[in-house]
């Protein structure tokens, strides 16, 4: 299928070009133009489901991520990012990583009772909780469920400290909290920014927050008090690396103090929707953007080895490590970030348990 034929079948507002077939599933299906298809798709509505999970943090193990401990308040994420690393976990829930990604989401509206419950416990041990690591806990559908306002409450309440990574400017909403927290070293934000053209970044990120409203959100939760970073993640060559210098600029203009990056990584099913997308998007160059991206990932399409699939390897990572150290120590973004502090939790008393009957109690009963 030629570029035109799938430029006809993108959805708006919508990132994947498919509903590719997950990697359990039994069998695969194929879109074909029969001439009875319209030449313009229609909408797909969003559909959401409750997700009961009977705990909510998640350990991490990863040598090369900064954080051992991590919330998702939701499965899937409607902003549509086709280079997310996280579309391959739908496959787990028998769902297609292309389109139900983003469109057959689910939320966890008991994860800010069962988050009190697990600090509660008394052999509990605070440590930073990162969120926002695989999906967006701001995006569209947190305005009505309000899963992560529900979470920061009880972070605050209990003065446990968080990390938070996200493309919306939603996150301006909770200013009120994280604010404060912020002032006691209990909270960082980073702001994901990939470009500065509202044009690619509608490509890149259909339904996310556009560059000027992310650099309004950094101004807000700067002048409240809580640091903010910048995360210029992915860096896909020849689309938006040219970028790098200008969004660091822009971050550090709007109270940005830290800036990170990661190159575009492409695991599982990742890589042919991300294919999908380059052709119906940028079939002038869609060759040469995978040809750079294999000589980052030493000659493959993702090199999943810890400490090289963030950053990768070869000339052209160099090139892009180089720039990027140059530009955020020229605007002041590479000082070393001061850890969050736990020294201030505060842990209520703990859940009350049902006292247990004696055997001779039992026997009377």
Request: include cysteine.
């Amino acid at each position: 299928m030629n570029g035109s034929e799938i430029g006809s079948r993108t959805r708006r507002g919508r990132g994947a070009v498919s509903n590719r077939a997950g990697r359990f599933e039994p069998t695969t299906r194929e879109a074909f133009d029969d001439g009875w298809t319209p030449d313009v798709p229609l909408p797909l509505k969003t559909e959401i489901s409750i997700d009961r999970s009977r705990s909510v943090i998640s350990r991490v193990a990863s040598p090369d991520l900064p954080f051992t401990r991590s919330i998702n308040p939701y499965r899937g994420c409607e902003h549509g990012c086709v280079y997310c690393f996280a579309r391959p976990t739908h496959a787990y829930l028998g769902l297609s990583p292309g389109l139900d990604f983003e469109t057959k989401l689910t939320v966890k509206p008991r994860a800010p009772e069962l988050l009190r419950r697990a600090l509660s416990r008394p052999r509990y041990r605070p440590e930073p909780i990162a969120i926002g690591t695989n999906t967006d806990p701001y995006q569209p559908i947190e305005k009505t469920h309000r899963v992560m306002r529900g979470l920061l409450e009880v972070l605050s309440e209990f003065n446990h400290p968080v990390t938070i990574v996200t493309k919306s400017a939603m996150v301006a909403r909770d200013v009120d909290l994280l604010g404060p927290m912020g002032r006691r070293g209990l909270a960082r934000v980073s702001l994901s920014l990939t470009s500065l053209d509202a044009g690619l970044s509608r490509k890149m990120e259909p339904r996310a927050a556009t560059p000027d409203r992310r650099l309004w959100a950094m101004r807000q939760l700067a002048a409240a008090g809580c640091p903010v970073g910048v995360m210029t993640a992915p860096l896909i060559p020849a689309i938006n690396d040219q970028q790098i210098e200008a969004l660091l600029r822009a971050a550090a203009a709007s109270g940005a103090t830290s800036a990170g990056y990661v190159v575009l990584r492409l695991p599982l099913e990742v890589r042919d929707l991300f294919v999908e997308w380059l052709e119906a998007h940028f079939p002038d160059r869609a060759a040469r953007v995978m040809r750079y991206v294999r000589e980052i990932h030493g000659g493959r399409d993702y090199d999943p080895e810890w400490g090289k699939r963030l950053k990768g390897e070869g000339v052209y990572a160099d090139l892009i490590g180089r720039r990027f150290r140059r530009a955020a120590a020229a605007h002041g973004l590479d000082r070393p970030v001061k850890p969050l502090r736990t020294d201030l939790f505060t842990p209520p008393a703990a859940i009350p348990v049902a006292p247990q009957l004696s055997f001779l109690d039992r026997l009377d009963s």
